[in-house]
């Protein structure tokens, strides 16, 4: 059975970094995302990588993110810095299911099918 479990989540001060990590057990290398929610918000995107390593970023990431996979491991990364109070959130793994386009990068959260329980970034002004 798959499980992706989010670690790395803390209360930083504005500026700050953090570095989320995500393991997945019973799960081959298909593509992950990262998307976060917060309170009163819908979920939102951040970060996409496919099976061969290639990215994307959503708009609000403006360069201060850095989403990394170690297939070895079956792990999943996002390198946070330049962190600001709007980046407060939960933030959630995901992973494409064995159909499909299993391979390409995407910002859909409709794409996946995994998801972790989540790890709470709070960033404080």
């Known amino acids: 059975q798959v499980q992706l479990v989010e670690s790395g989540g803390g209360s930083v001060q504005s500026g700050g970094s953090l570095r989320l990590s995500c393991a997945a057990s019973?799960?081959?290398?298909?593509?992950m995302g990262w998307f976060r929610q917060a309170p009163g918000k819908e979920r939102e995107a951040v970060a996409s990588i496919s099976c061969s390593g290639s990215t994307i970023y959503a708009e609000f990431v403006e360069g201060r993110f850095s989403v990394s996979r170690d297939n070895a491991k079956n792990a999943l990364y996002l390198q946070m810095n330049s962190l600001n109070p709007e980046d407060t959130a939960m933030y959630y793994c995901a992973a494409k299911g064995s159909t499909g386009r299993v391979c390409d990068k995407s910002l859909r959260a409709y794409d996946y099918l995994r998801w972790g329980q989540g790890t709470q970034v709070t960033v404080s002004s």
């Open positions: 019973g799960y081959r290398g298909y593509a």
